[in-house]
């Protein structure tokens, strides 16, 4: 392996902990928006939420908080794929074959993130770090 690619690999954690923070500020967006109207949504929510958009909205932002926390991220990151990919073959797959026309690409991205999150963990910026050093210490 090169000098750069082992200074490269000895970040991977870190960088890890990056996309995990950003995705879930992305995501917690999607539940803050249903649950309390912010951001301000294209389409106003309907008054009260159906239990089902209620239901995803807790998961997105209850989740999403653990997951920018890096609390539980393996059981959270699974339940959270599932989710997106529930929501993928309920909401976005019956409008059309081609993610790209039926506007469940992000709906995918996030499945497949999450999912690697299952296999990769939290990286080292991450509650799960601390509580893993504390018991092995």
Same mark, same amino acid.
């Given at each position: ?23 879930a ?9 249903k649950?309390?109207g ?8 309907p008054?009260?939420l159906? !239990? ?5 909205g ?15 991220t393996?059981p ?17 797959? !019956? ?6 026309n039926?506007g469940g ?5 996030f499945?497949?993130v999450?999912?690697?999150?299952v ?19």
């Amino acid at each position: 392996m090169s000098k750069l690619e082992l200074q490269l690999a000895a970040w991977a954690p870190r960088i890890l902990s990056v996309l995990r923070i950003m995705v879930a500020l992305l995501y917690m967006q999607h539940g803050l928006q249903k649950l309390f109207g912010f951001p301000p949504p294209a389409n106003p929510m309907p008054d009260p939420l159906p !239990p089902l958009l209620l239901a995803g909205g807790i998961l997105e932002a209850g989740g999403g908080v653990l997951f920018l926390l890096g609390l539980f991220t393996r059981p959270v990151a699974f339940i959270l794929c599932g989710m997106m990919a529930v929501a993928y073959f309920m909401a976005h797959a !019956p409008r059309g074959f081609f993610p790209i026309n039926n506007g469940g690409d992000l709906a995918i991205l996030f499945c497949f993130v999450y999912l690697y999150f299952v296999f990769a963990g939290a990286g080292s910026w991450s509650l799960d770090a601390v509580i893993a050093r504390k018991k092995s210490a």
